[in-house]
């Protein structure tokens, strides 16, 4: 078997079209570290590898799961275990920063929730979810995406369970990067083009009509609902906003989303930094990745 290679960095960082092209000069296969693609239907909302790519190249992790389904880091770990050893020349790549260190370090236990409790902060405004974080969890309260009520009340629940802070329940997170593990960097204004540019596209291509086809199942979902763009879709079908505005909104969500990314793959220690030119083309990034390889 083949070293793994892990390919890294925020959304719309151009990382599936180079592992595509690393794939195939290496005769490897993808094992997608993302939590929302393995989820069938999520298919414009998060950028998901279209037919053709996943028949150029053998996918993993992809459209393995009905909306009715749950997945987490644990169980992303318990299966890239499985895949890796039937797989030549594995090749990880996303974005999930948890799934990576759910992969390379495992996951500490977290307390189950309490009916009663969780129905009590469930009634708490989203501000005092936030607030109570800030105070007693600041670096998960640094971490996390604010509007993601599902998390918050799942860090808060776990704060009143221990009476420690959210970020202390997982294993300790060493930050270190094994071998062969690229992380690719733009430079901000690329970066922030090329969310601009995606978010347009996915919803030219009709992810508000995706939204209303998955509507039902994304409602019961408590995980996949949370998915960027769908999320801001369905309050737009709500009538919270018009259509214009959603699109700049889930613009500003993704870019703060990829800023967030950005932070948390820093941290890593040993990573292999690869700046990645405005009008470098995926096969020159894939050329330089080879010549890197250890």
Request: charged share 25%; aromatic share 6%.
């Amino acid at each position: 078997m083949g070293q793994p290679i892990f390919i890294a960095g925020p959304t719309a960082s151009g990382k599936s079209a180079v592992a595509l092209e690393l794939a195939q000069r290496q005769d490897g296969e993808i094992i997608s570290v993302d939590s929302m693609q393995v989820y069938r239907g999520l298919n414009l909302g998060t950028a998901k590898p279209t037919e053709a790519e996943r028949a150029a190249v053998p996918h993993h992790l992809i459209d393995t799961l009905e909306l009715s389904e749950t997945f987490d880091a644990a169980k992303f770990a318990a299966e890239a275990g499985q895949l890796e050893g039937k797989i030549e020349r594995p090749i990880f790549c996303g974005g999930t920063g948890l799934y990576f260190q759910a992969w390379l370090e495992g996951l500490g236990e977290a307390p189950e929730g309490k009916p009663g409790l969780r129905a009590e902060l469930e009634e708490l405004p989203t501000e005092a979810l936030v607030a109570e974080l800030r105070e007693k969890d600041p670096e998960t309260h640094a971490a996390i995406d604010p509007h993601n009520r599902r998390r918050l009340i799942r860090a808060v629940e776990v704060i009143r369970l221990t009476g420690k802070p959210f970020s202390q329940q997982r294993a300790e997170w060493t930050g270190q990067a094994p071998e062969n593990f690229f992380l690719l960097e733009r430079e901000r204004e690329d970066l922030h083009t090329r969310i601009d540019e995606r978010v347009g596209a996915m919803f030219a291509a009709g992810l508000v009509a995706e939204t209303c086809s998955l509507r039902s199942a994304l409602e019961v979902n408590a995980v996949a609902a949370q998915a960027l763009g769908y999320r801001q879709v369905i309050e737009h079908l709500q009538g919270e906003r018009d259509l214009p505005n959603t699109v700049a909104l889930v613009k500003s969500r993704t870019w703060k989303f990829a800023r967030r990314q950005m932070t948390w793959f820093r941290k890593m220690k040993g990573t292999i930094s690869l700046a990645v030119a405005s009008d470098e083309q995926p096969e020159a990034t894939a050329r330089r990745i080879i010549e890197q390889l250890k």
